[in-house]
């Protein structure tokens, strides 16, 4: 008779905890899309700093414009609606629509500027007063954004929240930016090429700075855009008013046609160029 052999516990495999990517904290992650999130707004390439600068000049001349054709109230009613309707239509696009997002950015350059001047030449508001009180809103509305998601970087635009935010700023900086822009031409009595010239040099600031001197990138960003507002302003001002004023004397509504036409022509480039890309890659 032999001994019955051990019984030995059935050997399985040890069981661990399922592993699971940890969580940053909002203020510290990555401003990159989310996985399944389209981005809503282009790509930081040097065409997005020219079609930038031209919507600027084409806001501004348009915004002289219409005040002087139809009134400046008016002029914030029409404007008004026609922004409302643009941003309506951006915000139901789930990814970036080229000729969509620049029209929004168009109407947000044609009402903040008749607005900001409307601010003075109807309230009697000094530039220096609005200057400061544009940026204090710009301030506010910069840390409500990073208060709320964690971040401003524009990587990070796939949410209507986020781009409801975004287009706060930016409305923010035109008024800025229109404030500022007549704050040196008239005010201090740089005139309009004056102004230009400044804000050129000012404008390559931020890029230098976050190159050279570890300035981030998301502080350059906002910084070079608030400078694009006065400085694309300035030159289509400069084109736009009579001689006697120190221009080109070529008028408003010709400066905004010229412009305007310029902004359709490259927006139209790029949206055929991608497509080209796109059935090559195909």
């Known amino acids: 008779m032999t001994a019955p052999e051990p019984q ?17 904290h909002p203020a510290t992650a990555t401003p990159l899309a989310r996985p399944g999130h389209l981005a809503r707004v282009p790509e930081l390439t ?4 020219v079609l930038k600068i031209l919507t600027t000049g084409m806001g501004e001349t348009a915004s002289d414009y219409l005040a002087h054709t139809i009134g400046p109230v ?25 000729w969509l997002y620049w029209t929004t950015v168009a109407m947000v350059s ?33 840390w409500l954004w990073h208060r709320t998601e964690g971040t401003l970087s ?6 209507t929240r986020r781009e409801l935010f975004y287009w706060a700023t930016v409305l923010t900086t035109f008024a800025l930016g229109t404030a500022a822009g007549d704050l040196t031409a008239v005010t201090l009595g740089l005139g309009y090429l004056g102004s230009a ?5 000012a404008f390559a600031v ?7 001197l570890g300035l981030g990138a998301v502080a350059a960003f906002w910084t070079a855009y608030v400078i694009t507002r006065p400085l694309g302003a300035s030159v289509a001002d400069w084109m736009g ?28 480039a790029a949206v055929v160029s991608g497509r080209a890309r796109a059935a090559s890659a195909d």
């Open 110 to 142: 044609v009402f903040g500027t008749v607005a900001a001047d409307v601010a003075h030449v109807g309230l009697g508001v000094p530039y220096a007063v609005s200057t400061v009180a544009f940026a204090v809103a710009l301030a506010l509305v910069l």
């Open 8 to 24: 030995t516990e059935p050997q399985t495999e040890p069981q661990t905890e399922p592993q699971t990517e940890p969580t940053a």
């Open 206 to 212: 931020p890029a230098v700075a976050h190159l050279r």
């Open 197 to 201: 010239v400044l804000f050129a040099v």
């Open 46 to 49: 040097v065409l997005f700093w």
């Open 241 to 268: 008013v009579s001689v006697a004023r120190g221009g080109l004397g070529l008028g408003t509504g010709a400066v905004t046609l010229a412009w305007a036409a310029a902004i359709v022509i490259i927006v139209g």
């Open 74 to 98: 008016i002029a914030v009613g029409l404007s008004g609606i026609a922004l409302v309707a643009a941003l309506a239509g951006q915000l139901s696009a789930r990814r970036y629509v080229p």
């Open 154 to 159: 524009v990587h990070s635009i796939d949410t």
